[in-house]
C-alpha cells in the first residue's frame, strides 16, 4: 500500500518538478501559462470528461447505486463548500480580496483522478474502484461549474450572473452532459470518433502538471513558508476532511463501496486542475499551484491513514 502511494506522488512531483524545470530554461515562459491552461479547459478536460464516462457500461441493477454514489457526491461538495467558507472566512479570516476564493476551491476539490483511480485499484479493488469514477465525474461537473464559480468569490459587481452562467455552460458541462447521454443510452462510439478523444484526454493530467511546474517555477519559495493561511488551510482539509466525512457518512444505509469513495477520496490531495482553471479565470494560479504541491506532500501522511481505518471499519 505504502509502495503504491509513494509511487503516485513521486510520479506527481516529477512532473511537476518537469514543468519547474522548462520554466526556469525559458522552454515554458510564464506567459504561455494562459494559452496552455485554455487548451486544457476547452479540449484536453472535455475530452477525458467524454473519455472516463464513455469507457463504463452499467448493468442491469447497478444504476440505482451509480445515482446513489453520484447524489452523494454531489452533497460532499456542497457541505464542504459550506465548510470552506467558514474555514476560509471565519477561523481563518482570509479577506475576500485576497484570493479567499482560491484557497476555497483548494480546499473543496480533490485530486481522486489521477493520484485516486490508481491507488483506489491497488488498495481496495475494481469494485470500489467503479464507483470511484463516478464521484470522479461528480468532482468535474462542480469543478467546471459552482468551484469556478465560487474561484470568483469577493470579486462582487465584476463577476456577473451572465458570466456565472457562461462558466457554469462552458465545454467541462456539455462534455459531461454528452458523457452521461452516452452512460444512460449504453452508446458505443465508433472507435475512429473515440480513440482520439480518449487519447487527448489523457494528455490532460500531463499538461496540468506541467502548468503547476511553471506556476511553481515563478513562486518565491520562502513566502510560501510565510504563508500561514495556506499552510493551515492545507493542514485543516487534508485532516478535518476525512475524518469529518467518516463520521458523516458511517451510518448510511448505503453499500459498503459508496461509503469507502468517499471517506478515501476525502484523504486526496486537492485536485491538479485547480491551478489551470485559476489561470484561465485570470485568478491567482500561482497561489493555486502552491496549494496543490503543499497538499500533495501532506497526502503522505492521510492516504494510508485513511486507507487503514477503512480496512479496519469495513473490510
Not at 20 to 49: H, Q, Y
Not at 114 to 135: Q, S
Not at 204 to 211: A, G, I, K, P
Request: aromatic share 8%; proline share 4%.
Amino acid at each position: 500500500m505504502i509502495g503504491v502511494i509513494l509511487s503516485k506522488v513521486a510520479t506527481v512531483f516529477i512532473l511537476m518538478g518537469l514543468g519547474f524545470f522548462l520554466n526556469k530554461r525559458g522552454i515554458l515562459p510564464g506567459e504561455m501559462d494562459k494559452a496552455l491552461s485554455r487548451l486544457l479547459m476547452s479540449v484536453t478536460s472535455p475530452c477525458l470528461i467524454i473519455s472516463t464516462m464513455a469507457s463504463k457500461e452499467i448493468g442491469e441493477g447497478l444504476w440505482g447505486n451509480v445515482l446513489t454514489a453520484m447524489g452523494l457526491s454531489a452533497a460532499y461538495f456542497a457541505v464542504f463548500m459550506v465548510i470552506a467558507e467558514i474555514v476560509c472566512r471565519r477561523i481563518l479570516k482570509i479577506p475576500p480580496e485576497k484570493d479567499c476564493g482560491v484557497y476555497m476551491m483548494l480546499f473543496v476539490s480533490i485530486n481522486n483522478g489521477f493520484m485516486g483511480f490508481p491507488i483506489t485499484l491497488a488498495i481496495f479493488g475494481e469494485d470500489v474502484l467503479f464507483y470511484m469514477v463516478f464521484f470522479q465525474v461528480t468532482q468535474l461537473l462542480y469543478l467546471y461549474g459552482p468551484g469556478t464559480v465560487r474561484l470568483h468569490y469577493g470579486d462582487g459587481e465584476e463577476f456577473s450572473k451572465t458570466r456565472a452562467l457562461k462558466t457554469i455552460l462552458g465545454p467541462n458541462t456539455i462534455a459531461a452532459v454528452i458523457g452521461l447521454v452516452i452512460m444512460a443510452l449504453s452508446l458505443r462510439l465508433p472507435d475512429f470518433i473515440m480513440e482520439p478523444i480518449d487519447i487527448i484526454g489523457d494528455s490532460t493530467t500531463m499538461l496540468s502538471m506541467l502548468v503547476i511546474g511553471m506556476e511553481l517555477g515563478m513562486s518565491d519559495f520562502r513566502a510560501i513558508a510565510r504563508n500561514r493561511h495556506l499552510i493551515r488551510m492545507s493542514a485543516i482539509k487534508m485532516i478535518l476532511c476525512p475524518v469529518l466525512t467518516l463520521l458523516l457518512v458511517n451510518w448510511l444505509p448505503v453499500i459498503t463501496e459508496i461509503k469507502i469513495i468517499l471517506i478515501f477520496g476525502s484523504a486526496f490531495p486537492s485536485a491538479v486542475a485547480v491551478a489551470a482553471i485559476a489561470a484561465n479565470e485570470n485568478k491567482n494560479s500561482v497561489l493555486s499551484a502552491e496549494g496543490v504541491a503543499i497538499t500533495t506532500l501532506m497526502s503522505l501522511a492521510t492516504i494510508p491513514i485513511t486507507a487503514a481505518v477503512i480496512t479496519l471499519l469495513y473490510l
